[in-house]
């Protein structure tokens, strides 16, 4: 069955220094998705991608967060200058259509840890 | 954000029981869903929901979608050791907005 799979699994980094988590989705969805959970709290939404740019971002995805689809399979989150309550499962979905009946389909997630 | 409020916040049940635990938000949605998460995994979705009133079923699982929009709720029946987990509402606005709004999460444990 079709999975949508990150690397790495667990990322360990010095605050200000920069991060590229990375997500290839599944290959025939157009939709791509980031979301974050900090441990212990509920998923929340940080930014979708469609057609090459970003269609919607929640207010957590500020300045320092970029996302990028560099090649036709992967699709990336780069953190500019981590700090240490950037520390969380990061999680990419991805996703068929826009309609309302598309199904977002999870990977197993990146923790992030801020020291 | 939205806010999405799932109840219980945790629950311990025997093996074999029936579970119930709903979710319940301040604004209207188009889609409900409900995901299981996990340790260490990502969210996995366990019934989609498109239409108000609709009931629909995947197995030992029963999810309503409210009447009114703002609600949903989730039913396990005959529980397993296997159900162990953390189960999250989620919501879509539809109309364009794509992305899913999570509810608090339900953490379940069956004792055996």
Same mark, same amino acid.
């Given at each position: 069955?079709?999975?949508? &799979? %990150? &690397?790495?699994?667990? %990322?360990? &980094? %010095?605050?200000?220094?920069?991060?590229?988590?990375?997500?290839v989705?599944?290959?025939?969805?157009?939709?791509?998705y980031?979301?974050?959970q900090?441990?212990? %709290?509920?998923?929340?939404?940080?930014?979708?991608?469609?057609?090459?740019?970003i269609?919607?971002?929640?207010?957590?995805?500020?300045?320092?967060f970029?996302?990028?689809?560099p090649?036709?399979?992967?699709?990336?989150?780069?953190?500019?200058? &981590?700090?240490?309550?950037?520390? =969380?499962?990061?999680?990419? =979905?991805?996703s068929?259509?826009?309609?309302?009946?598309?199904?977002?389909?999870?990977? =197993?997630?990146?923790?992030?840890?801020?020291? | 954000?939205?806010?999405?409020?799932?109840?219980?916040q945790?629950?311990? @049940?025997?093996?074999?029981?029936?579970?119930?635990?709903?979710?319940?938000?301040?604004? @209207?949605?188009?889609?409900?869903?409900?995901?299981?998460?996990?340790?260490?995994?990502?969210?996995?979705?366990?019934? /989609?929901l498109?239409? /108000?009133?609709?009931?629909?079923?995947?197995?030992?699982?029963? /999810?309503?979608?409210?009447? $009114?929009?703002?609600d949903s709720?989730?039913?396990?029946?005959a529980?397993?050791?296997?159900?162990?987990?953390?189960?999250?509402? /989620?919501?879509?606005?539809?109309?364009?907005?794509?992305?899913?709004?999570?509810? $608090?999460?339900?953490?379940? $444990?069956?004792?055996?």
């Amino acid at each position: 069955e079709p999975e949508v &799979t %990150q &690397t790495p699994s667990h %990322q360990v &980094t %010095q605050m200000g220094q920069e991060v590229i988590l990375r997500c290839v989705p599944i290959s025939n969805h157009l939709y791509f998705y980031w979301y974050r959970q900090i441990l212990g %709290q509920k998923v929340e939404f940080l930014v979708s991608f469609y057609n090459n740019e970003i269609s919607e971002k929640s207010e957590i995805f500020d300045d320092q967060f970029s996302v990028e689809r560099p090649d036709g399979s992967n699709f990336t989150l780069k953190i500019r200058s &981590t700090k240490l309550e950037d520390s =969380a499962m990061y999680f990419c =979905a991805s996703s068929g259509d826009r309609s309302l009946k598309n199904i977002q389909y999870f990977g =197993a997630g990146t923790r992030l840890s801020v020291l | 954000g939205q806010q999405l409020n799932q109840s219980p916040q945790s629950m311990f @049940i025997q093996e074999g029981e029936d579970v119930s635990m709903n979710c319940t938000s301040s604004s @209207i949605f188009n889609t409900w869903l409900w995901y299981k998460q996990d340790p260490g995994e990502g969210p996995v979705l366990l019934i /989609a929901l498109y239409k /108000a009133g609709e009931l629909t079923s995947n197995g030992r699982l029963t /999810a309503q979608f409210g009447i $009114t929009r703002k609600d949903s709720f989730l039913n396990i029946s005959a529980s397993i050791p296997s159900d162990v987990g953390i189960y999250f509402c /989620a919501g879509q606005l539809g109309s364009g907005a794509n992305n899913l709004f999570f509810g $608090t999460g339900t953490r379940l $444990t069956v004792i055996p």
